[in-house]
């Protein structure tokens, strides 16, 4: 069912990863809001899942809305995905960098080959994909009340064993909303924030290996309001707040979506 409010009818807003898991929440929460949205996805495999998140959205802006395949972890990625988004709409007004990937990598036992691997396959994508995205949309951003949300995560603060390339990465994407929340306003006219969620009930975080999965669960306990992951929604909504107009004076924060649990 459509929301009645349609606060972001008009707006178009591209959010990156979306195919699933909390891209696909953010993308339902904008479009209920009236945004149309570009859902990305980076491989083929996923087209499907990127179709019935399209699908799933709300009234009027499911059908402006549009779905873009483009992996952000190579070099051309970002470029493709701007040129669809230039194609299809001839703006943007809110840019969510949420595309990310998430992998243990135990540095005192990995071997060399292991530890390159994963510096590439997380750094490639979280950070190096987050920077070129965002530069190649810049030209396309609203020049009044446009917006741009980092997706972080609480784990760059209070990491858990054995992620520290992972977390390493979330701290550059704070430091990425620090620096352009000083540089980008006044000249693009938005403003910059990171929604950094603690873990986040995910269809991909459920699939985890067994043994992360219990220790994740085992901390649970150490949550003020409830001793339970966040649903994906509930992220969602502190992206979509911030996108309200109402929220222009918000700019270089970092919101943890954590129900209190306590970061270093």
Known sequence: MESPNLSLRGKVALVS????????????????????????????????????????LAGDAKSKSIIVEADLATINGPKQLSAAAAA????????????????????????NVEIEDAWEKTINLNGRGTVLLTHAILPLLAPIGSRIINIGSSTSRDPDPDMSIYAGSKGMIESFTRCWARDLPRKHGCTVNTVAPGPVATGTLLAAPGALLDLLRSRLDRVPVESR????????????ELCEAKAAWLNGLYLPVTGGLPLC
């Open 229 to 240: 992951f966040a649903h994906p929604e509930e992220v969602a909504w502190v992206v979509a």
């Open 17 to 56: 990863g979306s195919s699933s898991g909390i891209g696909a929440a953010i993308a339902r929460e904008l479009s209920a809001r009236g945004a149309a949205v570009i859902v990305n996805y980076p491989y083929p495999s996923e087209a499907s899942t990127a179709l019935e998140v399209l699908e799933s």
């Open 88 to 111: 299809h709409f001839e703006k943007i007004d809110i840019l969510v960098n949420n595309a990310g990937y998430s992998g243990i990598c135990i540095i005192s036992d990995s071997s």
